[in-house]
């Protein structure tokens, strides 16, 4: 099936990654997620990380409760991550693979290597009635290891994409996402993408038909505190004076 519109998942974990660098309780990941919604957003996307770095937990339930739209629960496939979920019950969940030291997602699921023991994790959120994606590399092995699982969204991993040294090594990448957009379409999944898309590596991704959503984070946030800052500072400043004026005629 190709999609006439392309749908925008918001991911919020670099608005908690500033809170957790001061320990703040600024700037808040459920704010963001509100306006985030109100800017257009098709969905809120959170990875709750093992060693929570950004998002917490308290987060999880908070967006659940708050949102009008999806929330898309991103998280390791731990006991402790699959307890979370089906007691949260968010719209979805995405799977991904996790490394306690990794900078970020590195690569996608190894679905087909643990086919028993994702089966089985598939079953279980899916039966909570959570819609389970699959973060895995745009590789036809992983897609058909995702239909085995019964789950009924893949997510394509674009980092490769998305890094990519030199232009051919990116339009290698980038076939490599459309034929297993493809692929796993004519296979019957819903085929999402996402990580390390930003302003200017996106339009080619949105020109891949059988695309439903993308999930983009950490460039949108970035270019945020650009699109912010000299208002934020303009205004900080008229406070400032403000306060000084006051200062001044009260004495
Ligand atoms: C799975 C994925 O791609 C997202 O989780 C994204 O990576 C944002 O989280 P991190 O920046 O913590 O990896
Ligand atoms: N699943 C990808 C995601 O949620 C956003 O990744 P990024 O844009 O922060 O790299």
């Not at 980038?174 to 302003?199: D, M, P």
Request: charged share 25%; with cysteine.
């Amino acid at each position: 099936m190709n999609h006439n519109d392309i749908l925008l998942g918001v991911n919020i974990d670099h608005i908690a990654t500033l809170r957790q660098a001061r320990g703040t309780q600024y700037p808040d990941p459920i704010q963001a997620a509100l306006i985030a919604e109100q800017a257009g957003a098709d969905g809120i996307t959170a990875h709750l990380r093992e060693d929570r770095r950004h998002i917490q937990d308290r987060d999880i339930y908070l967006l659940r409760d708050i949102i009008h739209s999806r929330l898309n629960l991103e998280m390791a496939v731990t006991d402790e991550m699959i307890a979370i979920a089906l007691e949260v019950k968010p719209y979805a969940c995405c799977l991904v693979p996790e490394k306690r030291e990794e900078l970020t997602t590195e690569g996608g699921l190894n679905v087909a290597e643990n086919q028993a023991r994702m089966n089985d994790v598939c079953l279980r959120l899916g039966e909570a009635g959570i819609e389970v994606s699959l973060f895995i590399d745009p590789d036809q092995g992983q897609i058909d290891a995702a239909v085995k699982a019964g789950a009924p969204v893949v997510e394509l991993h674009t980092g490769r994409y998305a890094d990519a040294e030199t232009s051919s090594i990116r339009s290698d990448e980038l076939k490599r996402i459309q034929s297993a957009a493809q692929y796993a379409n004519s296979a019957g999944l819903q085929v999402n993408a996402g990580h390390g898309l930003n302003f200017h590596n996106v339009e080619a991704i949105c020109k891949i038909p059988e695309i439903v959503e993308l999930n983009i984070g950490h460039a949108i946030i970035a270019q945020a505190v650009f699109s912010g800052l000299a208002k934020t500072i303009g205004d900080l400043k008229q406070l400032m004076r403000q306060a000084r004026l006051q200062c001044l005629i009260s004495k």
